[in-house]
């Protein structure tokens, strides 16, 4: 059972707990004048409902908080790093449920998205949007092709990680320029060969995506494509970074 299906359930007792005492349990006890301590289940109920409540309408509709536990997005993420995830940036979406209610945007080329693991939905993946729907992708010598060009690509240097990053020391970094002028930095082990990827169409309502840290990352190369209907949100900023202890030197970094 998912935490947010908890969250609902939980918040849903408390709430029909707290109604029915004001309406019903309430009036009984005023109109018997009871002096009696309202039921402890009630107390809690009362006094927790507001807090559920709140929790419930942040995490749904607005941002949600979620922790990154691997490197398949290094260099723009890093293990440890907590991120901060727009929930209504492709829409306001019913809890559990996951349907679309107020349409508000499509993704775009480049867009950092938490989406449910298509193999898996009770599983919280992040990777980047690399193919819109209609698209057709090919991934051929590390270069990624869209629509038949190949998406421009520019050495930077040699990444030099910290902590756990310190796993891709020596890996190449290289800036990408998506069609759309958003650009982004990958990581390409040159030690470790990489998997190409014949042309392949994204089917309407589905989105192809690819990590920063190309060849360790699990993705759409692997297993597919991405239904819209499993998107969770846009990822935009870090809020705290913690691996083997606080590190504030990632705090309050825009995720780009």
């Given at each position: 059972m998912s935490f947010e299906l908890i969250l609902v359930i939980i918040t849903a007792i408390t709430g029909v707990i707290t109604y029915v005492?004001?309406?019903?349990w309430r009036p009984k006890r005023q109109a018997a004048m009871m002096s009696v301590k309202e039921p402890i289940l009630v107390e809690y109920a009362r006094s927790l409902f507001p807090v559920f409540l709140v929790v419930l309408v942040l995490r749904s509709f607005i941002i949600e908080p979620f922790r990154i536990p691997s490197g398949s997005m290094y260099p723009?993420?890093?293990i440890g790093d907590f991120i901060a995830v727009n929930k209504f940036a492709y829409g306001v979406k019913l809890p559990v449920l996951q349907t679309t209610i107020i349409p508000v945007s499509e993704p775009e080329r480049g867009d950092v998205v938490v989406?449910?693991?298509?193999n898996d939905p009770a599983v919280d993946y992040i990777k980047r949007v690399v193919g819109l729907p209609g698209d057709k992708i090919t991934y051929v010598g590390r270069t990624i092709f869209i629509n038949g060009n190949p998406v421009k690509s520019?050495?930077?240097?040699?990444y030099h990680g910290t902590e756990s990053g310190s796993i891709m020391d020596g890996a190449s970094v290289v800036k990408e320029t998506f069609p759309n002028g958003t650009t982004h930095k990958v990581l390409l082990d040159m030690d470790?060969?990489?998997?190409d990827l014949d042309?392949?169409?994204?089917p309407e309502g589905h989105y192809f995506m690819m990590g920063d840290n190309r060849d360790h990352s699990n993705d759409s190369r692997f297993w597919g494509f991405v239904p819209a209907?499993?998107?969770?949100g846009k990822a935009f900023g870090i809020w705290m970074h913690w691996d083997n202890g606080l590190q504030l030197n990632r705090l309050g970094q825009e995720i780009k």
């Open positions: 005492d004001r309406v019903v723009t993420l890093q989406f449910k693991y298509p520019e050495f930077i240097g040699k470790k060969s990489s998997l042309t392949v169409v994204v209907k499993n998107l969770k």
